[in-house]
């Protein structure tokens, strides 16, 4: 009998179990094979744009993805250094051998957490509550709430060419009845896909027609309580090829080869619109005479590459004419080819922003299982779904993101406010206040919430609440002091191409200038600060108008979060909604006005309506 049971050993199920066994409830961690537990079937990458960020948020909730990440990576390197800091996100080249290994010893560390091996066929469920699980043998394990995190798994088929397999990502045995099971406790599910490129040996690859992508030369780290434990020198390189024209050409002659494009009939799953695979780039962007791909090192335990973004499900024979087509690769081994796979999800609409599901109390789903794609989205999931499984054993209220906390919050809102049609990523364009929700201030969002919900211990609560005191103290510093333009000080600016500034000007007025940085001024005045409180310190003066602006329009975001929505409205009392509104309210069941807003299919006039209606029947104001 356990307090708690995550089914699945993915990352959402790695940040589930780590959550609740660490908030001390007794959880149970069932995967049908413990080798793979934090696997990576895909790209071994952890972060990318946006997803970066949702890893910084883990990590200042208390999760594990980055710690992990930060000990085990190949290489890392800060995407879009070179734009806005709202879009800057960090990127680590993952060691498929390292990470997974990390992360279960890290799991078998804690105290409060069992690890077993099986298949669950079956959900106990009384009166519409979980209560436990039935494994494939029939055994029967109980439990007060039961976390869903099983990846690509429901019956899930590999698709190669015309032939379609019933197995998970390793050839392994997938869950052939689980979904099933779910249909008939009343969840709508939904059929979905993805896909993975070939593996090759590094050994047959000619890396001279190719360009070298290396880490960068400057320290990182996902979490804000590790320093780098790596040697910027010892970075594995990636590598960059193109596709040619030879290459479409291959892929348009079979395309009806392709599982996707004809050679099986029976696919109903929809692929990710924003990785798709290679066929669909070459027949979506016809005028693009070539697309870039990247030579990835998987480990460096052995040497397969990963080719990210040629992603297929044609047969062994054209992929070996496809590979053999791209340069550096005229001469490749292929060590594994690439594939689809297929499988159930289900429609995330179903969910409340806790992850609990409306239709069985006690049950939470996290990660692909809820229609997501990614390593970081499911983990981001499972972290949540662990922390609201055990707030809700403590009688605590959940822990919900708002749109305007985290990318957290914007992707659980999205799924469960929009619902899905392809397996969703996370993108900074999907947040309207990506300048308020960067890397670098993640711990400053979000590190409170950890401590309070208790995954964040005093020690790291201490260290935050110095660094806001450190980031007050520098403010005020660079009010306060001025700068006198000596000659020596006229040939810095001089040098750097700078104007000189009159004399008595204050560092604040002097950082807002756009050419101007705290590296910069660094050289004129010794400023006794961290580097990432003076960071704080240059993105919070130079972007302050834009700040105050996204901070103005989340304020009227959360005045229209505050207007509940009763649990129990009636929505076919509602008089001249419109039938498409009244489908999507009944579907969805927002909880406030602004969550109302963001479905789609309902417009501003049936928000009108629906306002006047809890003024008269609720009392509720405008």
Do not use: W
Not at 67 to 89: F, R
Not at 400 to 407: C, E, M, S, V
Not at 514 to 519: A, L, V
């Amino acid at each position: 009998m356990y307090e708690i049971i995550v089914v699945g050993g993915g990352h959402a199920g790695c940040e589930a179990a780590y959550a609740c066994a660490t908030k001390k409830h007794k959880t149970l961690l069932i995967t049908s094979n413990l080798k793979n537990i934090a696997d990576m079937p895909c790209n071994p990458h952890i972060g990318g744009s946006a997803k970066g960020i949702v890893v910084r948020e883990i990590d200042a909730l208390g999760g594990i993805m980055g710690k992990i990440a930060d000990k085990t990576h190949l290489q890392i390197k800060m995407l879009n250094s070179a734009k806005g800091p709202a879009v800057q996100s960090l990127r680590a080249q993952g060691d498929k051998i390292a990470y997974p290994e990390e992360m279960l010893k890290t799991l078998k560390e804690l105290k409060y957490l069992d690890i077993q091996e099986g298949m669950v066929e079956d959900l106990i469920v009384e009166n519409n509550t979980i209560k436990g699980i039935i494994l494939e043998d029939g055994q029967k394990i109980i439990s007060q709430a039961v976390i869903l995190t099983t990846g690509t798994y429901l019956k899930s088929d590999i698709l190669v060419g015309n032939t379609r397999t019933r197995q998970g990502p390793h050839g392994e045995k997938p869950s052939n009845y689980l979904s099933d099971k779910l249909k008939e406790y009343g969840f709508k599910i939904i059929r979905l896909k993805t896909g993975t490129p070939q593996r090759i040996d590094r050994k047959t690859i000619d890396f001279t027609k190719t360009k070298m992508e290396p880490g960068d030369d400057t320290y990182h780290t996902f979490s804000f309580d590790l320093s780098p434990s790596y040697k910027i020198e010892d970075q594995e390189p990636c590598y960059l090829t193109y596709t040619t024209p030879t290459t479409h050409q291959i892929i348009r002659d079979n395309l009806n080869k392709s599982s996707m494009y004809g050679a099986l009939d029976d696919i109903k799953g929809i692929g990710p619109r924003y990785c798709p695979s290679i066929e669909d780039k070459v027949v979506r962007f016809a005028d693009k005479e070539r697309h870039q791909l990247f030579l990835e090192p998987e480990s460096r335990f052995y040497d397969d590459i990963y080719l990210q973004g040629f992603s297929t499900s044609m047969p062994p024979d054209i992929q070996e004419q496809m590979v053999h087509s791209l340069p550096g690769l005229e001469n490749a081994k292929i060590l594994k080819y690439g594939y689809a796979i297929e499988y159930d999800a289900l429609y995330p609409t179903q969910l409340n922003a806790s992850l609990e599901t409306k239709i069985i109390s006690n049950l939470y789903t996290a990660g692909q299982i809820n229609g997501t794609s990614g390593y970081e989205e499911a983990a981001c999931q499972g972290l949540m779904a662990g922390i609201n499984a055990s707030l809700k054993i403590e009688g605590r209220d959940p822990l919900i993101l708002k749109r305007t906390d985290a990318y957290i919050g914007v992707l659980i809102d999205d799924l469960i406010t929009k619902g899905i049609k392809d397996p969703y990523r996370l993108l900074t364009s999907r947040a309207e206040f990506r300048l308020l929700l960067r890397s670098d201030n993640a711990d400053l969002r979000l590190r409170k919430y950890g401590y309070e919900v208790g995954l964040i211990n005093d020690e790291q609560i201490n260290r935050l609440h110095q660094k806001e005191q450190a980031i007050a103290s520098l403010q005020e510093y660079m009010k306060n002091t001025k700068i006198k333009i000596t000659e020596d000080i006229k040939k810095q600016f001089t040098n750097n191409n700078i104007q000189i500034p009159p004399n008595g000007i204050t560092l604040h007025q002097l950082i807002k200038r756009p050419e101007i940085s705290m590296k910069f001024l660094n050289k004129i005045v010794n400023i006794p600060y961290p580097e990432d409180i003076q960071e704080q310190i240059e993105i919070n003066l130079k972007y302050e108008g834009y700040i105050a602006k996204s901070y103005k329009e989340a304020e009227k975001l959360l005045k229209l979060e505050k207007k509940q929505i009763p649990e129990n409205i009636d929505y076919d009392k509602i008089k001249n909604i419109a039938s498409e509104a009244r489908q999507k309210l009944k579907e969805v069941r927002p909880t406030t006005i602004a969550q109302a807003i963001r479905i789609s299919g309902v417009n501003p006039a049936d928000i009108s309506i629906l306002s006047v209606y809890l003024k008269k029947e609720y009392n509720q104001n405008e």
